[in-house]
């Protein structure tokens, strides 16, 4: 229980706790911590220390007042929307329980907190530029491609890669990588159908662009809309179809450049490929995906059955109920699953949840919408976009499900 405090405590609430919990939503915030779970965080901590507080949380800002309603303290922290990082946010709990449970003060924690965002990353560029290529290749081959388009795809991610890391050293030139990325994946994909020969263009096109898809994103708001925190919901969904725009913006204009180049060869079905590629693609993902969000080495392979899970259940899900509620069967496992591991593992869930879901999540069904509304296809392109919606919503749902049939323990 936690302990009482007298009323004089509860009206000036203590500088120390009221940093900590400043600082702490600031760094939560910083590695993609959706607003429900930030905010209930919070209101733990506060609560432990006694302090009243309110807490509201958007895409880009942290609003947090502390003591009475005559004698509110109000803070509001400018945040910008960060990359998510599993290690730091594993950190970050770790270190929440111990101040929580008094095994570090306040004032410690607020140090550490800052040791923790002071700390280098664990990968450095050249693997994390290989998985970015391994991502996309390994896509390639799940969305139905053969080699030419796996090489096609890895190649443009790699460059979207390398595109990504001389952009990101300005904020200005950062906010024009999604357009600049799809046009480079365009040109390439209709280069490499030119000069090598017949291949699928679009899904070396949108399996190049896999990590840049906001499906993840997308299916983030919509949990938020889900859980009642309507405002962070709306706002993260209207940057995620401003992606999907700025996407299909890039590859129109890259379409129109390479019609500059010869004229490539009519696409061929894919050479045929063994089922056991479909199980090592997916592994690769996973074992990808695992570093591009900054996962500990020793979670990998939790996150590899996590990922097994999502999409075995999805795939057979769909077979038998249909696309949508075969997102919910996998969601549902998912859920389930990182739910039971973080029991087991006294670990936050979002470890193997957040990679398992970029599995399920409909970034894909989006970009294909927007393709086909930008060529004039409307009724194609409305009945596309609607089927995404349904696959995110029924992530959504399907997470809800998990988390009241097996509750975590911690609320990251």
Not at 55 to 70: D, K
Not at 234 to 243: I, P
Not at 283 to 302: K, N, S
């Amino acid at each position: 229980m936690p302990p009482e405090f007298p009323p004089a405590f509860r009206q000036t609430p203590p500088g120390p706790v009221v940093a900590f919990i400043l600082r702490l939503g600031k760094a939560l915030h910083q590695y993609g911590t959706p607003a429900h779970r930030l905010e209930e965080q919070l209101r733990q901590v506060s609560e432990r220390f006694g302090v009243e507080a309110r807490f509201f949380s958007t895409p880009t800002s942290i609003f947090a007042s502390f003591g009475t309603p005559e004698l509110l303290q109000t803070s509001l922290i400018r945040v910008e929307p960060g990359e998510i990082d599993l290690e730091r946010l594993t950190l970050l709990d770790a270190l929440t329980y111990e101040v929580i449970h008094d095994k570090l003060s306040p004032e410690l924690g607020t140090q550490r907190v800052e040791a923790i965002l002071q700390a280098p990353p664990r990968y450095g560029l050249l693997v994390t530029l290989l998985c970015w290529t391994l991502a996309a290749g390994a896509a390639a081959r799940l969305f139905g491609g053969g080699p030419r388009e796996m090489c096609v795809a890895g190649l443009s991610s790699l460059s979207i890669g390398v595109l990504d890391q001389v952009l990101r050293r300005g904020s200005r030139a950062a906010r024009v990588l999604e357009s600049a990325a799809a046009l480079l994946s365009s040109v390439l994909a209709v280069a490499a159908a030119s000069i090598f020969g017949p291949l699928s263009v679009q899904v070396a096109t949108l399996s190049g662009l896999i990590v840049l898809l906001p499906g993840l994103g997308l299916t983030v708001a919509i949990n938020e809309l889900a859980t009642r925190n309507l405002i962070s919901g709306t706002s993260r969904l209207t940057g995620a179809v401003l992606v999907f725009l700025q996407l299909t913006f890039g590859v129109a204009l890259g379409g129109r450049l390479a019609g500059l180049l010869p004229e490539p060869l009519p696409p061929l079905s894919p050479s045929p490929l063994p089922f056991w590629t479909v199980v090592g693609a997916l592994v690769v993902v996973a074992l990808a995906v695992t570093v591009l969000f900054r996962a500990r080495p020793e979670d990998i392979g939790w996150i590899v059955t996590a990922g097994a899970l999502a999409f075995g259940g999805a795939r057979l899900g769909a077979h038998g109920l249909g696309t949508e509620l075969g997102a919910f069967v996998g969601a549902l496992l998912l859920g389930m699953a990182s739910n039971a591991m973080a029991r087991l593992r006294n670990r936050p869930a979002v470890v193997t949840l957040v990679p398992g879901m970029m599995l399920l999540v409909p970034g894909s069904l989006g970009f294909r919408s927007l393709e086909s509304l930008l060529a004039r296809d409307v009724v194609t392109g409305v009945g596309t976009a609607f089927s995404m919606l349904l696959v995110a919503v029924a992530i959504a749902v399907g997470l809800l499900f998990a988390n009241a049939l097996v509750p975590s323990r911690r609320v990251l």
